[in-house]
Nanobody, 122 residues
Framework: VQLVESGGGSVQAGGSLRVSCVVS????????MGWFRQAPGKEREGVAT???????TYADSVKVRFTISKDNDKNTLYLEMNSLKPDDTATYYC?????????????????WGQGTQVTVSS
């Protein structure tokens, strides 16, 4: 299984970015995928998850502003980020795993990408 993120960058507060994650050699028909982030000196935190059925969960800090989605034809996971704040500055990681009956922010994932940096300036 391979996950490769892209689309990070620098943006001013209030701006938007979309990060993508191409997932390859992932054969589970029922699954959970998610986005996590880690800022310098802080623990990694869950941002959003999406199940193979399309159910989503979001961290309170990003609700309304961020949208997780997937394109099954392109094997790609997305995170659309709007109204970005300096506190959103972090390395963003995508993750994937089989369903195992639960898809939420506290979920443990087996497969991870290498991360993409998002920097929001004030």
């Amino acid at each position: 299984v391979q996950l490769v993120e892209s689309g990070g960058g620098s943006v001013q507060a209030g701006g938007s970015l979309r990060v993508s994650c191409v997932v390859s050699r992932f054969t589970y028909s029922t699954y959970c995928m998610g986005w996590f982030r880690q800022a310098p000196g802080k623990e990694r935190e869950g941002v959003a998850t999406i199940s193979s059925g399309g159910s989503t969960t979001y961290a309170d800090s990003v609700k309304v502003r961020f949208t997780i989605s997937k394109d099954n034809d392109k094997n790609t996971l997305y995170l659309e980020m709007n109204s970005l704040k300096p506190d959103d500055t972090a390395t963003y990681y995508c993750a994937a795993d089989a369903w195992f009956g639960f898809c939420g922010l506290k979920r443990v994932f087996a497969y991870w990408g290498q991360g993409t940096q998002v920097t929001v300036s004030s």
